[in-house]
Nanobody
Framework: QVQLVESGGGSVPAGGSLSLSCAASGHTYNSACMGWFRQAPGKEREGIASTGRFCSTNYADFVKERFTISKDNAKNILYLQMNSLKPEDTAMYYC???????????????????WGQGTQVTVSS
C-alpha cells in the first residue's frame, strides 16, 4: 500500500497560480508512476499529467503549457505547478500512483491503483 496526501489547493483569481504537492508514504515502490487528476462537479475524473521513474511524462491537451508536473524521487513528492488558471480549472484535484511499468500515454484513472483524498482548487472570474 502507498498513502498519498495532497496539499496546496485554494482559491485564486483567474490568471493566478497555484502549486500542488502530493506526498507519498508507505510502500513507495508502488509509486513508480504518479499522476494528477481532477474532477469538477457533475463531470468525470480527467487526467492532467503523469510522470515517474517507470513511466513517461504525459500531459493532457487542455494543459497547453500552463501546468508543469515534477517529482522529487528522493522525497517521494509529486508537484503540479499551475499557471494562468482559468475558472474552468475549478475542481477537486487528486494525486494518483501505480506500481506498473508502462511508458505509453498514462492519463486514464483506471491506469492508477492508489489515490489521495484530493485538494480543492477554485478559480474565480
Amino acid at each position: 500500500q502507498v498513502q498519498l496526501v495532497e496539499s496546496g489547493g485554494g482559491s485564486v483569481p483567474a490568471g493566478g497560480s497555484l502549486s500542488l504537492s502530493c506526498a507519498a508514504s508507505g510502500h513507495t515502490y508502488n509509486s513508480a508512476c504518479m499522476g494528477w487528476f481532477r474532477q469538477a462537479p457533475g463531470k468525470e475524473r480527467e487526467g492532467i499529467a503523469s510522470t515517474g521513474r517507470f513511466c513517461s511524462t504525459n500531459y493532457a491537451d487542455f494543459v497547453k503549457e500552463r501546468f508543469t508536473i515534477s517529482k522529487d524521487n528522493a522525497k517521494n513528492i509529486l508537484y503540479l505547478q499551475m499557471n494562468s488558471l482559468k475558472p474552468e480549472d475549478t475542481a477537486m484535484y487528486y494525486c494518483a500512483a501505480d506500481s506498473a511499468t508502462y511508458y505509453g500515454r498514462r492519463l486514464q484513472p483506471y491506469q492508477f491503483s492508489y489515490w489521495g483524498q484530493g485538494t480543492q482548487v477554485t478559480v474565480s472570474s
